[in-house]
């Protein structure tokens, strides 16, 4: 990465390949709205659309204005989007990236910039990565400042796939100027998690294996595939939510502690943990596969999953997966890591539950003595409370559940909290890789999914795929497992829910 | 304790010993009042006033009347107080006593009850607390029911004289039937304290040595002696709060986990503990005595404690102590427990405060990182709340200091939170000592305590008492040896403690 | 306890009630001997022998001498013998007590004693105690020095026997005077394990349910009753050695650190951990009786348990246990206390063993690294080892199984070692009751074992003894259920242990 | 790394280049000869000498042969010593190493090997390090089986002069091919430490800041430059001991449990916890320079250093330095890490001492109960002993000092054990570099070490070098500087390590 002595770095030539697309009109481009409209991209930075339409500038602005967020200053935005200029280009000709390169110059030169700062955001499919960054790299890299790529999934659909991606961007990228996005990343609790465990004596000896009995990570979305689930069908719920996100997450909720917080060495503990879990087969999965469950009002719900007219009748593509995870070192050996995603379940939710082990040798008698449990909410309404047992107030002596708690509605109600891409792209500004995956992590994460994935799409080895109702919690043989783990449930008291809703 | 078979232990005799005295009508009867209104005395129970003054049970009962709380039911406390009756007697003469058996029985007679239950509260001084307990024991104790005792403080002023009063107790009353009231055992968040550590499996790693930093137990009131320092200026704060009050909350959160929550059990451990403190010498504390400082509308102020008329010009009474205290057992080598009391201060707050250590090995660099502290308010407005970092929320990953956080007002709205005397008469009727304090306690609390009081008070010792102003935070001395101690303050976020106030 | 100020306290009239029996002549005095030639007994003190039976002084050591041990200081030990006189009187006659009252008193004055210090050592049947101890403390109480008195298991049958016994013996005798004698309590290696234990850093944060998987506690005899099984087959195996010897020492490997190493602090300790020991049911053993099994050369072996003239045929008294006890308290809930003794068994041997869980996460691969294990043997040639992992010398980084190993036949080769008695007895003299079973105690070990003892007892309920061979290691019954229970069997290297014999 | 298949991985051609020296006949050939003779060779290996020096295969094995160790197989030996061919070369000539590689095949060839395996040993100045393996590189890899390059220290004398040594090897050798030696990590007990940490549950709990005091890590040397300090005085004691084995050791002892025994795991520990090192300087310090001492029939002991006609009469270099590490990190915050080492010392040992806290709350008393150890010693006479407190055999239940022991000549009598550049030459063989040093580890140690050698450096700075006697255990201040730190010295009891000795 080289950054030239006396260039400002936010200076940048945001470079959105791809930018005639879904993924950059509905994404990016609000993103980089807020990043600039915040102050966190330089003055003299260019947003530059590079598709192989025909476009104007005054074309694109016209398809991105309708995306951005309404706003009360009406000049501002279109300040930006005089920024957001565009360049007609191929995917696959050295010509084309060459007259990107003598653009960029020439963008900067008007500006006076001495150096030429870029962020290439691939907005493309996968199949095209290595080529374009091919050419990215042999003429449109930077001469005089940082050239940096921002990808996204998918990274592969498998272990093999993966690595053959990855050996194409390896050859023409360093590591230090690949950002793999996964944006759970740069979501704000789970980057929360680094500081929660880790700055917090309180945590530091019981969290372990003595102490911990379970750790669950759940994502649940309340609807379905809503009509367009052909691309669904080709990845399902594991590597649309588990390989990925969810895996992000148990990463960060038991690697070791970091020797700092600079981005390798926060990656090779992730690493490090993701090499002590085994492979997952069959045996340590639920899953499952919605019907339809017709809900007064709700168009979505008459849908089974295999109505969707994209999906493929005998399509046994799971949009539910519950997955044991097993850590063999000496923190977590016997502890299960509970990972549980599905679609068109009964609520919106996302989050970690660190539950402990029992009092040993409690003194309260049984049924009174429920146990700690740690939640951290990732979404919605972010919180971290702490299940505890606690006097009931009164005339006895008696334990009863209650609540430790920190909910960001009440105690940051006015902090301004950024959305994940917005993190992550100013993280690619400022350099800082700490929340982008790397390439060893990839190859473990697809390490421990491939033999599951492809004992699945074996259509000979008969896989069960539980029918679960639309809106329902998923199958019942996923709660049996969990239970069958040892976990406890114990409902979160609802008038308290609701309290706290309303603080 | 003799519980006959097929009787109600609810249905008793409360004799009030003193029950002409200001205690008895300012105190007892209210608590009487509410705990009968509330249930908890069986309807066939009598409270039975007993002293040397010639009065008609209606008599008493107008005495006692205006110290009632408003209530909305008028005939219902006149019902009470109808049970409010009244016997003539002499603390020194057997046939006092032996009437007052004869009394009790005819009330027994005429209720029908087969069992004469009785509970003494000795509303006296204790120069005749000896004797009188010995006619209680001779003439007046039940035969066919439990008898009961009920003293307060206090109980002696050093070692010797406690045994003195303790030998003259044993030889008529068994431990069992001695009921010692330190009202802070009565406290609620005192009673949490023990469900707070021993149901919780997330405390029970980190309780100790390895993990906390210190202890502190703070006790302040806002007011001086208002101008009635007789009494106080016999017994100074160490006597009032320290020795007792604070001490039983200190054991409370220093004993080892008991066999079980029966009395006897949690008795043990706290004599045990006890047993591991080194006695007090004058270099382990700092004393203050306070002077006036006139405040706008606050006459009180404006009286130092010697300018109390009842106090002797050249009192070194001390009105505020803090104490370091060592315990030398596995679990607490080398933490220090500060206790921490004073009047005349700037508000009125008892607190438990456990600091954790630093972070060891800290990643997210100085300044950033702050103590974890378990907080568990007293009084007034009952909380515990956690102090943790977390991530600041926003951009980049700082850790700042915030609060998991259990507030009673919040969470407990409308729990009916009884006072301290309450449940502890409660408990005497049901027999229960957990929270009293058992005769081998009180040894080992004037053994900490006695060589500290008797150095204070040996004139020629020339023992420093600072003088601090009214309305301060006490002597600016006792800060610094807390520092000293490891101690790092951080005043808890002031928009948070309102907000939280307000919920 | 009275010690009068300016006496020598081991100046004593040491007291054998029942002089005339077996355990007088076989054990007492050779350990009395032991004790006065090693100057422990002060040089004015009297060993008076106390029985129904006619005798003068010379009869009375023409019967000890033989039973006295080889010396080669002949007349040092007709020294000693000369100090040994005869009162005759009976047992339930106070004129006899009163005769041996003023006995004693002549003795003393004969030597110009000030103060009669008195240690009565009942060497009589359990019947007598209390009877006898009411006229001891009636007729023969010293009056002007302390007076103590030993009594010997069996303390009871059961519960309610042994409750019977502890009031007989509590109307006449304080706690401080009664020593219970246990002589497991008086063993090197017991008494070490409350050094190894809270002396050492080392084990301090591995002693407990984290890290412990088992402790085991064993004690077997390789003969049986030898023709003489009368008495045996009124106790079994289960009073005989599980429910004093080896549950003391259970409850010394087990209890929390006392607050000081005085008698009732340790005591303290023990009866708490007692009183987290749920009772033994049937379930919880495996119960053997050893058939005959001959052996060249080994006359005991011909003669199963029942062809013992003395027992009757259809006996089911177990001469095998193994018993599994489960302490529930913070520090061992969930580990299983393994107790296990037999006679006939193939070896002699009394040791503990604490097995340490497996290494969690191990890198070691499977097969290599074996679990740690500490071994106290108490007997025969007293060490202390732990079995560790180390690098298996040579050129492949190889765990393998060694030893941490103190032998005491090499470390201590020249120091002298007293045996259970004579440490047990000089306690007495010294006043120290560590060692020595209070009466609470007591209580908690029948509440343990009465209600699996009167199960056996009950011919109903067709208890399974099962038979196995003498000298073989009992039955396989007991292995299988210690290896349940998770106990992983490693034998100790042959070689090594060979080795070390002859170090 | 190339291992083609089919072939057999130890047949290889081991070329010492610079072959005529000192080092080679002294240490390499003696070397590979035991590695021959013990069959971890294969048959049809050469050994290929190669230098300037004119030589023919005789005249090399003539210089060899006295350097050997005696045997009793000469035949055997003469059929070694005709596997050491030579070749001549120069060190900068690119048809040199081309002649090389022919002979090379020439020979492979004639035994009908299909895969050259290739190792070569760089027993040459450093400052030909680069171009040699340049050369080695470009001429004489093998192109059908593996080639690998073992270097010696010094690797760099600082971070500057390490970071190009480093880069021209980076240059031209991948990290898989390049085996840097230090051969402390060929030693058993260096290797044993991995073992005993982390296949030993019973060491889990307690290796941490909670539990361990301090580490030491010593060197002692007892005879001086011996006339020979030329070569030393650029060095120091620091360079030559202290920045690579003694580090080396210490990161065994204080790295974090690697994923797995694989080379790259272990390394990335080593590593981590050298991040977490802060970097040395003269306040960490103690330095000492031996003076004459002239001891009976010890002529070396005549001669101070600066008496050695190699060194300067102004040298300040070190021949002992005493220096405290802290590793910033979560398990060892606040440990400090004291390593030692000198010359002309009391005796010859390395050794390191792994010192516990005092016991919290100890109930032994003073003096007593002294700090557990677990020492390890590395040479000579390895062993691995754990200090203890053990009660004292005996009638008084008093602690004592005593040892838990695994002395190797005791327990593995009859093990073969290895020298250190046997392991580490059979690794290369191998292809394990699990013991070798890796370019990033380096870094970190200059890292630590430079800021301290430039400080001493700085003649201008006046460091203070203390003198020490020849023979004496090193500079006072060192005592004092290890006392200040916590550590208590109790030396080991004289008689045991004698009868230890004896076994």
Known sequence: DRITQGCNGSDISFIVLGASG?????KIYPVLWKLWNNGFMGANSNIIGYARSKLTDAELQDRLRPFLPKTTQPERMEEFLKKCIYFQGAYDKAESFAGLDTFISEQDAKKGLKCSNRVFYLALPPNVFGSVCALVRSEAWSKTGYS???IEKPFGHDSESSAILSEQLSKVLKENEMYRIDHYLGKEMVQNMLVVRFANTIFTPSWNRDNISSVQISF????????????FDQSGIIRDILQNHLLQVLTIV????????????????????LKCIEALSLDDVVLGQYVANPIEGDEDSKMGYKD?????????TPTFCTAVMHIRNERWDGVPFIMRAGKALNERKAEIRIQFKDVPGDIFGFGNTLRNELVVRIQPDEAVYLKINNKNPGMELEAAQTYLDLSYNFMYKDAKMPEAYERLILNVINGDQMHFVRSDELVEAWRIFTPLLHSIENKDAGVKVIPYKYGSRGPEASNKLITELGYVYTPDNAEWAKAKANM
Chains 1, 2, 3, 4 share one sequence.
Do not use: H, N
Request: proline share 8%; hydrophobic share 30%; net charge neutral.
């Open 22 to 26: 879904d993924l950059a009109k509905k």
């Open 220 to 231: 649940k979305e309340p609807f379905g595939t809503q009509g367009r689930g052909g691309y």
């Open 308 to 316: 969707d007219p994209q999906v493929p009748d005998d399509s046994i």
């Open 148 to 150: 940096r790529v921002i």
């Open 254 to 273: 038991a690697m070791e502690k970091p020797v700092s917080t600079r981005a390798d060495d926060i990656r090779d503990e992730k690493v490090k943990v």
